[in-house]
């Protein structure tokens, strides 16, 4: 991670310090050492207890240093409408949705009906539904908050207030792209199309269908680059709720390292 990034951090958590009136030498890391432990059980996915011995802190303390780094970098993210005005301004002429579960092992909680709540069919596994809108090319731009599992994705679309939005922008010459998990998620939506029971579909349905499953993949590459450069986003052991927290930490500090190498694509060195 650049050394720019690990200082953004770092003046972050001090302007928090600042507005907490922390007085100095309370704490036992300073604001860079504290930046540099937050990035790292980020990025490596590490269990709490290595930092801490690490750092020579306690687990509560680590855990408290790690809750309030995700506190600021998720202030940090963007709103729904600051990513489609942002996606406008670039000159998209597309979005994705896409729906992506963010593995936990906590003890499983029961839902209204007597379900398993954070369990997913689909996925045979326990885990938070989170919602993230991508750019034509795959970056992420926008992260929802948690859902349990078991929910669908367009009842998490709805829930998560996107479909009105989204809508409106596809007004404005700005549609999304998304699979049949979307179905009757509205006229801002393009779906492929789906074969009814014994039927088929037509040669142009079978070519439109390629055409937007060669266009959608790259939402997949969405959810993969914050899973693959945040490790501990793979599987979060912590109360289930905060996933959604997590996963903005991630994207804001996945934001600030793009954008760093584009300013300075032949800059090596990091921490």
């Given at each position: 991670m650049?050394?720019?990034?690990?200082?953004?951090?770092?003046?972050?958590?001090?302007?928090e310090r600042v507005r907490r009136r922390t007085r100095a030498g309370t704490r036992a890391l300073g604001e860079f050492k504290q930046a540099?432990?937050?990035?790292?059980?980020?990025v490596d996915g590490a269990r709490i207890a290595r930092p801490a011995a690490d750092n020579a802190i306690s687990h509560a303390t680590c855990d408290r240093y790690v809750e309030e780094g995700v506190t600021v970098l998720k202030a940090q993210a963007p709103t729904l409408q600051e990513a489609l005005t942002a996606a406008k301004a670039a000159g998209y002429t597309h979005l994705h949705l896409d729906g992506t579960l963010i593995e936990t092992d906590r003890c499983r909680a029961l839902g209204p009906n007597g379900a398993d709540l954070w369990w997913s069919g689909e996925h045979k596994q326990h885990g938070g539904n989170i919602q993230v809108l991508s750019s034509?090319?795959?970056?992420?731009?926008?992260?929802?908050?948690?859902?349990?599992?078991?929910?669908?994705?367009?009842?998490?679309?709805?829930?998560?207030?996107?479909?009105?939005?989204l809508a409106k922008a596809a007004e404005?010459?700005?549609?999304?792209?998304?699979?049949?998990?979307?179905?009757?998620?509205?006229?801002?939506?393009r779906l492929p199309y789906k074969r009814s029971r014994g039927g088929t579909l037509t040669d142009d349905q079978i070519q439109y269908n390629k055409v937007h499953g060669a266009l959608r993949a790259l939402a997949e590459r969405a959810n993969a680059q914050l899973k693959m450069r945040?490790?501990?986003?793979?599987?979060?052991?912590?109360?289930?709720?905060?996933?959604?927290?997590?996963?903005?930490?991630?994207?804001?500090?996945?934001?600030?390292e793009q954008a760093h190498k584009q300013l300075s694509p032949s800059v090596n060195a990091g921490c």
């Amino acid at each position: 991670m650049p050394r720019e990034v690990v200082l953004f951090l770092a003046g972050l958590l001090r302007a928090e310090r600042v507005r907490r009136r922390t007085r100095a030498g309370t704490r036992a890391l300073g604001e860079f050492k504290q930046a540099v432990l937050i990035i790292r059980w980020l990025v490596d996915g590490a269990r709490i207890a290595r930092p801490a011995a690490d750092n020579a802190i306690s687990h509560a303390t680590c855990d408290r240093y790690v809750e309030e780094g995700v506190t600021v970098l998720k202030a940090q993210a963007p709103t729904l409408q600051e990513a489609l005005t942002a996606a406008k301004a670039a000159g998209y002429t597309h979005l994705h949705l896409d729906g992506t579960l963010i593995e936990t092992d906590r003890c499983r909680a029961l839902g209204p009906n007597g379900a398993d709540l954070w369990w997913s069919g689909e996925h045979k596994q326990h885990g938070g539904n989170i919602q993230v809108l991508s750019s034509p090319g795959g970056d992420p731009l926008w992260t929802s908050e948690v859902r349990p599992g078991r929910e669908h994705d367009l009842t998490c679309a709805r829930l998560h207030g996107l479909l009105d939005p989204l809508a409106k922008a596809a007004e404005d010459g700005l549609i999304t792209l998304a699979d049949l998990g979307y179905v009757d998620a509205g006229m801002g939506f393009r779906l492929p199309y789906k074969r009814s029971r014994g039927g088929t579909l037509t040669d142009d349905q079978i070519q439109y269908n390629k055409v937007h499953g060669a266009l959608r993949a790259l939402a997949e590459r969405a959810n993969a680059q914050l899973k693959m450069r945040f490790k501990a986003l793979r599987n979060v052991s912590k109360c289930p709720w905060k996933i959604g927290g997590i996963v903005a930490a991630a994207l804001v500090l996945f934001h600030r390292e793009q954008a760093h190498k584009q300013l300075s694509p032949s800059v090596n060195a990091g921490c």
